[in-house]
């Protein structure tokens, strides 16, 4: 299958990520593995343009791009949900309808002035039902919800944009065991859709139930790639802790 996003000796500023190059294909999740201080966010950031990087190249089926700033990535088909939900990623004053449709309300607004809010709303039921997000209503506060509700209500928000690669970061960090599987299966429907998805996780059985391939990351490089056919616990460690010489 055809790489969708290759990312290619990328260095970002600010942070100890040097000359980091992946790729992901269409229907595939890629699990990215590592320990605290690996810089597995950092090279997303970069990717994502959060982070502004100063070598390397990404390319998006083929055709290389020029990302420096979130906007650019998303115009592309790329979306990242980021490890903090609480920090960047819930508008916790805003209704579950504003924070489903906020990423893409141009899709929403009626003569270049008036939002939708039928349309919005029937974005809300249609999340509400795909991933069973558990709400009273649309107009509910999202930060009543509980952790497990609100990240879906998130991946929602990145799914209204229709994209092509998906970016998660520690996606069920803090969640329980119920909507972890949840968004287990919504993440494995997306890519038998033919999403490709990234996926950080810290969560080692986490990494090898869901992953169809794992790149290890150690101190800001890529110290290994990995099949699942014969990714383990251990082999992960063994990268996760490589230092690169010199």
Known sequence: TEDILK?????????????????????EILGVGGLVGAQRTELMEGIFGTRSHTTGKI???GKELKINRPKDAIDQGVAMLTEDRRQSGIMGVLSIADNIS?????????????????????????????????????KTLIQSLSGGNQQKVLIGRWLANDPEVLILDEPTRGIDVGAKSE?????????EEGKAIIMISSDMPELLRLSDRVIVMCEGHVTGE????????ESIMTYATKREEG
Do not use: C, W
């Open 59 to 61: 390319t998006f089926h």
């Open 183 to 191: 968004i287990y299966k919504l993440m494995t429907q997306l890519a």
């Open 226 to 233: 990995l099949d699942i056919s014969e990714a383990t616990q």
């Open 102 to 138: 906020i990423a893409s309300l141009k899709k929403y607004v009626d003569g270049g002035i008036m939002l939708n809010s039928k349309k919005i709303e029937q974005l809300v039921q249609d999340n509400v039902q795909k991933m069973n997000i558990k709400t009273p209503s649309s």
């Open 7 to 27: 990312v290619e000796g990328l260095t970002a500023e600010y942070s100890h990520l040097r000359d980091a190059s992946i790729h992901v294909r269409k229907g």
